[in-house]
């Protein structure tokens, strides 16, 4: 079982970057394929990026490609998400997640308890 922690969430303006940091505990990160995940009010949850145990293979959701990337770095059993061009409606709290497979938007077993970003217009 792994543990994940998020952090780096905060109020940006629109426009700026932001990088999200996600921390395991337990089992090594190397063990499985990451996501990031965000649910803004009133909103269900919605995929963001995933990459695969190695990081050799990534995945976006639309409203992330060209603006999001997703990193590892399994020696210090931490995910990244970079964030760039932000946009008030990307305004959420940010979740981590981890999955034993390949990684998919989905079917993951393991959730950090999210990190707050706010974009300002």
């Known amino acids: 079982q792994v543990q994940l922690v998020e952090s780096g969430g905060r109020l940006v303006q629109a426009g700026g970057s932001l990088r999200l940091s996600c921390a395991a505990s337990g089992r090594t990160l190397s063990s499985y394929s990451m996501g990031w995940f965000r649910q803004a009010p009133g909103k269900e949850r919605e995929f963001v990026a995933a990459i695969s145990s190695s990081g050799g293979s990534t995945y976006y959701a639309d409203p992330a490609k060209g603006r999001f990337t997703i990193s590892r770095d399994n020696a210090k059993n931490t995910l990244y998400l970079q964030m760039n061009s932000l946009k008030p409606e990307d305004t959420a709290v940010y979740y981590c997640?981890?999955?034993?497979?390949?990684?998919?938007?989905?079917?993951?077993?393991?959730w950090g308890q999210g990190t707050q970003v706010t974009v300002s217009s």
């Open positions: 997640a981890a999955k034993d497979g390949i990684p998919l938007a989905t079917g993951y077993d393991y």
